[in-house]
């Protein structure tokens, strides 16, 4: 009797585990789609760094526009210093540099989607 009893509630456990793994797994074709959304996201994401890379070059070439630099760091205003400029240059290179970065995991990122969605998608 012990037997049947023990046997019976293997059963039922592994009943219950299988009715409740395909309760929860996702069709191959949703999962692709999701993978796609996410690669579109990321991509946008990686549009919007090129946005910040040239608010910031041109941020650049203002800044020594409005101060009369040229490229020795001859004819700077009296009030800036070249020590200042080169701080200001130092600033929005660093932005560039990050957004640069940022923009390149992006892009790493939404074609690590698009291989999965392939995949699943059996191409």
């Known amino acids: 009797m012990k037997k049947i009893n023990i046997v019976i509630l293997s059963l039922a456990i592994m009943i219950g585990f299988a009715a409740f793994h395909n ?10 789609a999701d993978h796609l959304a996410m690669a579109k996201s ?26 009369y630099i040229d490229e020795k760091g001859e ?11 080169k701080e200001m240059e130092d600033h929005c290179d660093a932005i560039i ?10 892009l790493e990122f939404a074609k690590w989607h698009r291989m999965r969605a392939a995949e699943l998608q059996g191409k």
Do not use: G
Request: net charge negative.
């Open 42 to 67: 990321y991509e946008k994401k990686a549009a919007e760094q090129d946005v910040i890379i040239t608010e910031q070059q041109q941020m650049k070439t203002d800044y020594e526009k409005r101060f």
């Open 23 to 32: 309760l929860y797994a996702a069709e191959p074709s949703a999962v692709a």
């Open 75 to 85: 004819n700077l205003t009296p009030s800036r210093p070249l020590r200042e400029v």
């Open 97 to 106: 540099n990050d957004a640069r970065k940022l923009k390149d995991d992006y």
